[in-house]
């Protein structure tokens, strides 16, 4: 009998600070008494999932990207890489070809079209990515070099990493960058399903409606998750409700919560109504992986 792959959840927000790496952190515990657990940090700007497990200690390695290097001695100066760039990552000024390190994608068009291969690719530090595994779970964090300005590339390779090293999990939940720009598309791309993070406060429900509009446009299937619940501001339910966006958990308002997040603790049985609402999640996500199977 063959092993299924493992179900993607992606846990992703509109804006920063909503509790996405909260939410993350905890489903990844929760789940990972029951089941095998995958949990992916793609906010690589400034990954932190790690500090909510100090016993587990990461193993990185560095990844690189290609980027073109000019050679001042082939070069012909006939001005074809300047005028392939479509980033404008290639220039030629005068007698000099410039390469922007920062602009290239490392799509390879100016180094394979050069007709006297005098942009050769090189490596370049992209950033790093480290694994831990305790038991059920295992902890994946992509780190996006200091001063790099590009992170989808770092996104796509751990997604490609994962498809070799953690492919025996049962679940792999990605916690995202927050915001709809390209590296949440990166990053949920892989997903089965999309778990969104919001506030009852105006800020949350204008940036969930992105979030939500953005997501549509790739056809991934949400629900929501409403953090911080019991404020009194109900259009976020409302909204929800007219769009058809279940709300599977309203995590409580709660300065005990936020105490114990500040310092980095996962808040477990002492809290009963935060566990509660956790387990809304998973048994949410255990019965669309079913009915998706």
């Not at 029951?34 to 932190?48: F, I, K, Q």
């Not at 290097?69 to 890489?81: A, H, K, M, Q, S």
């Not at 997903?191 to 953005?214: C, I, Q, Y």
Request: hydrophobic letters at 35%.
């Amino acid at each position: 009998m063959t092993t299924p792959p493992p179900y993607r959840i992606a846990i992703a927000s509109g804006k920063g600070g909503t509790g996405k790496t909260f939410v993350a952190v905890h489903l990844a515990k929760m789940i990972s008494t029951s089941a095998s657990c995958t949990l992916v940090d793609l906010d690589v700007e400034e990954p932190n999932d790690s500090i909510f497990f100090p016993e587990m200690e990461l193993e990185s390695r560095l990844v690189y990207k290609q980027i073109p290097e000019w050679n001042e001695e082939r070069c012909t100066l006939c001005g074809l890489c300047s005028k392939t760039c479509k980033f404008h990552a290639v220039m030629q000024l005068g007698d000099s070809v410039i390469v922007f390190n920062e602009l290239c994608h490392s799509c390879y068009a100016c180094s394979e079209l050069c007709p006297n291969d005098a942009l050769p690719m090189k490596n370049q530090t992209l950033g790093t990515i480290g694994i831990a595994k305790s038991n059920q779970l295992t902890l994946v964090e992509s780190r996006l070099k200091v001063g790099e300005e590009q992170a989808v590339p770092l996104i796509k390779k751990t997604h490609r990493n994962l498809q070799t090293e953690v492919n025996k999990t049962d679940y792999i939940l990605y916690d995202s960058p927050p915001g709809t720009s390209c590296p949440v598309v990166a990053a949920t791309k892989p997903a089965d399903l999309v778990l969104l993070v919001t506030e009852p406060t105006s800020f949350g429900l204008n940036d969930l409606k992105l979030a939500v509009e953005t997501l549509r446009k790739t056809q991934k299937p949400m629900a929501i998750i409403i953090n911080r619940y019991g404020i009194g501001y109900e259009d976020v339910e409302q909204y929800c409700e007219i769009e058809k966006l279940p709300v599977i958990a309203k995590i409580p308002y709660s300065r005990k919560i936020a105490e114990a997040y500040a310092l980095g603790h996962i808040v477990t049985e002492s809290d009963p109504e935060l566990l509660s609402q956790l387990k809304n999640v998973v048994d949410f996500i255990k019965l669309h992986r079913n009915e998706n199977a």
